[in-house]
């Protein structure tokens, strides 16, 4: 069983703590940008279910966030060499860092998140999206 087939399993049984340990090992000894997006995704998605049951989960998930958001440049350029669809993807850790913040009113990480997130989609429909997101915060 591989480690997706054992977070699936322990997320359909709601073991939410020995589905992100697994991730949480996958990302430290995987390779390859794609595969390490995908990791993120899963453990950010993992992490944030958990929101209601785990006072602290929202700190572990905006870590994964944090880290995936970092990795996103690399990811961008793989994405766009094999597929030219980077901005068409849907990336939770962007959606997901921007909730929490807003959620705990914390706009200053907000602020920065954004800015990140706007020269990442720069020249793009998304860089505008974005651009609206952070006016409403200033």
Known sequence: ????????????????DKAENTLAK??????????????Y???????????KVDEYVLDRCLEYCFEDIQL??????????????FETLTTPSI???IRIFKDKKIYNKLKRILDKI???????EKEEYYQKELAKIK
Not at 26 to 39: K, M, P, Q, W, Y
Not at 118 to 124: A, H, K, M, S, V
């Open 72 to 85: 996103l440049p690399k990811f961008k350029k793989v994405c766009n060499n094999e597929f030219n669809d």
């Open 41 to 51: 995704n899963s453990i950010i998605g993992y992490t944030y279910k958990q929101r």
């Open 26 to 39: 996958h990302i430290r000894v995987t390779d390859g940008v794609s595969n390490l997006h995908f990791a």
């Open 1 to 16: 069983m591989n480690y997706k087939e054992k977070d699936d399993a322990y997320a359909t049984d709601k073991k939410w």
């Open 118 to 124: 706007i020269d990442l989609y720069r020249g793009t």
């Open 95 to 97: 959606g997901r860092s």
